[in-house]
């Protein structure tokens, strides 16, 4: 897939939809429109939990288009929350609207589940930190002498809670059992880690490593589990290109490790505001999301 034509200017915020706003989050807006919802992805950007000043043109669109792709991929593996037929839902939706299509995904109208269900094929960000300091993440031991960015024998399953202000926090599988119920737990453990298989392997075939991921879950009217909100984009993955892979530093990638290392740079205390990003860190990160989406979906 070709990456659509991105704006010049960054869509900050969304206005003038005839719908009411039940959300904002980091990134997206959230519409009712009575049986479904309307996410909107605006060009905003989130790093260490703070919105940046200034967004980067178009990475709504980048990360709205993988994700489509993806869910056409986890559809075979789980059900989704779109919409049936969503090419066509989505258009007369936003009729009147074209310009926020490419952006936007309607859904159906589910209960989040209170953990992140993250998956991690590879040591890397806070997993190493962990790893180095107790040789294990969580309540996963791991063989001695991994290095930063070393392959993990397996896939292993390292859920979050899902905060609503500040930063998500790592919990162990038991203590995700007792919050989801043992039932739950297993579905979600189970197939998370079967979506990070198809992800890193579809990755695999476009040269592209996927370190770790998260996904998230919510529940049906009828209490069935469905996959939600976004799924594998550079957003919600590590994804690192294969031929530049070298355990043992910091590993080249397609994610919003670029805007981190200028962030850990500069004179700021990571809390809001954030510093204003200069134009070529903006256009770095446009290059690589695109890059990204176009690798991916080749």
């Known amino acids: 897939m070709r990456a659509p034509a ?113 998956v991690r094929g590879y040591l890397a960000g806070s997993g190493w930190k962990e790893y180095k ?31 609503a202000a500040g930063h998500d926090e790592p919990i162990t599988q038991a203590r995700c059992a007792e919050i989801l119920g043992q ?12 979506l990070y298989r198809m992800g890193s392997e579809r990755a695999a075939q476009a040269g592209i490593l996927l370190a770790d991921t998260k996904f998230e879950f919510g529940h049906a009217a009828d209490g069935s589990l469905v996959l939600i909100d976004e799924v594998l984009t550079p957003d919600s993955s590590r994804y690192w290109p294969a031929e530049r892979w070298q355990p043992g530093r910091s590993q080249p990638s397609y994610d919003k490790q670029f805007v981190r290392d200028w962030l850990e740079a500069q004179p700021w205390d990571k809390r809001a505001p954030g510093p204003r990003l200069p134009d070529d860190i903006v256009k770095g990160t446009q290059r690589l999301y695109t890059e990204c989406l176009e690798r991916l979906t080749a």
């Open 183 to 194: 039932k739950d737990f297993t579905a979600v453990r189970d197939a998370s880690i079967a």
């Open 6 to 118: 991105l704006p010049t200017e960054a869509l900050m915020t969304v206005e003038g939809l005839p719908f009411r706003k039940v959300a904002t989050g980091k990134v997206r807006e959230i519409f009712d429109l009575g049986e479904q919802l309307l996410i909107v992805a605006t060009d905003r950007l989130s790093a260490f939990d703070v919105v940046m000043p200034n967004g980067v043109p178009g990475k709504g669109i980048l990360l709205t288009q993988v994700s489509l792709w993806w869910f056409e991929q986890a559809a075979k593996i789980f059900p989704i929350h779109l919409a049936p037929n969503h090419s066509q839902a989505i258009a007369a939706a936003l009729k009147g609207h074209e310009a926020l299509i490419p952006r936007s995904m309607l859904v159906r109208k589910l209960k989040p589940l209170p953990v992140e269900a993250v």
């Open 133 to 163: 300091s107790n040789g294990a993440i969580l309540d996963h031991k791991l063989p001695t002498g991994l290095l930063d960015g070393s392959k993990l024998p397996e896939p292993i399953f390292t859920p979050s809670t899902k905060a």
